[in-house]
């Protein structure tokens, strides 16, 4: 029975470890906003992050895209991002928490859409 308790008590450790390691932010610097404009390429609206890549003008007119990782769907969804607000091909500014690491990308701190909303949708905002 002791053994049987170890076990068990090592799974619980070991998960809550793993779920704490995906809510990290710890790739993204929280301290440095940067806003982009670009084209939506790609629109994920997944458990348990949202993602959007972004066809951004970089320098000397070369594209670069962007990956953005955004919030759950329902996160967005209460904050008055629906699905159908996002497609391929729309125009966007986004703000986000860069990368630490110095690669284009970041976490979504506020977006706005084509029509002008703006909307909140990061941990940084």
Known sequence: MRQYLRGLIALVLFTASQAM??????????????????ELTVVRFTNPHSWFEVKVAGAEGKSEMWKIE?????????????RSAMKVGDKVTLTVNPMRNGEVGGSLVNITLADGTTLLGGPGQ
Do not use: C, E, M, Y
């Not at 990290?24 to 806003?35: E, G, H, I, P």
């Not at 329902?74 to 904050?79: G, H």
């Open 21 to 38: 390691a995906h809510h990290s932010f710890a790739a993204f610097d929280l301290n440095k906003t940067v806003v982009i404009q670009g």
């Open 70 to 82: 955004g919030l759950s769907p329902q996160q967005l969804f209460s904050r008055g991002l629906k």
